[in-house]
T-cell receptor, first 117, second 115 residues
Framework: AQKITQTQPGMFVQEKEAVTLDCTYDTSDPSYGLFWYKQPSSGEMIFLIYQGSYDQQNATEGRYSLNFQKARKSANLVISASQLGDSAMYFCAMRESGGEAGTALIFGKGTTLSVSS | EPEVTQTPSHQVTQMGQEVILRCVPISNHLYFYWYRQILGQKVEFLVSFYNNEISEKSEIFDDQFSVERPDGSNFTLKIRSTKLEDSAMYFC?????????????FGSGTRLTVV
């Protein structure tokens, strides 16, 4: 079974509008972390936002917020006031608790966001 | 802002040759990782490294791969005998906390092309 599912291969939005990128996850681990990364066409991976499984409030970072619905196992990224520079691939990722020596990130297949003027 | 530095940015190599991809993680980070992304596909975990040893590796990370932290700053990924299917973008990442709460910081990647 997929651990991270991103069902939207592509999304289109106009400048200044808000957009929601969907992510659902599957884990039986009570302690986990959820991450969103942006990958522009240049290829680098840019960290956007983090949500811990025990965090009571939804994470926010500037124009990015994470709509965390634990019971539904969803962690959707909301980008408010889209800008042309937001056009990129967006990856949702999860880290399970693992052992003492760090854990791997498991990535979804990504959603390509295109912002038009 | 501190960053993870990867060199080279592009490498072309012949099948069967050895390649070494280099990374300088953020200096106060303790956990180091290699990931790869085959063109157009999702990012896949290869290996994690902590306290000078491999802590976790995926089934992709077979005997052809090795990692090393030779001098306390560099973190390298070696592929002994490259295959065509090793062509991918390779990302190094590091984190300060085990849980990655501050985010795993990725480098800009090395695009490896095996011909």
């Amino acid at each position: 079974a997929q651990k991270i599912t991103q069902t939207q291969p592509g999304m289109f939005v106009q400048e200044k509008e808000a957009v929601t990128l969907d992510c659902t996850y599957d884990t039986s681990d009570p302690s986990y972390g959820l991450f969103w990364y942006k990958q522009p066409s240049s290829g680098e991976m840019i960290f956007l936002i983090y949500q811990g499984s025990y965090d009571q409030q939804n994470a926010t970072e500037g124009r990015y917020s994470l709509n965390f619905q634990k019971a539904r196992k969803s962690a959707n990224l909301v980008i408010s006031a889209s800008q042309l520079g937001d056009s990129a691939m967006y990856f949702c990722a999860m880290r399970e608790s693992g052992g003492e020596a760090g854990t791997a990130l498991i990535f979804g297949k990504g959603t390509t966001l295109s912002v038009s003027s | 802002e501190p960053e993870v530095t990867q060199t080279p940015s592009h490498q072309v190599t012949q099948m069967g040759q050895e390649v070494i991809l280099r990374c300088v993680p953020i200096s106060n980070h303790l956990y180091f990782y290699w990931y790869r992304q085959i063109l157009g596909q999702k990012v896949e975990f290869l290996v994690s490294f902590y306290n000078n040893e491999i802590s976790e590796k995926s089934e992709i990370f077979d005997d052809q791969f090795s990692v090393e932290r030779p001098d306390g700053s560099n973190f390298t990924l070696k592929i002994r005998s490259t295959k065509l299917e090793d062509s991918a973008m390779y990302f190094c990442a590091s984190s300060r906390e085990r849980t990655g709460e501050g985010g795993y910081t990725f480098g800009s990647g090395t695009r490896l092309t095996v011909v």
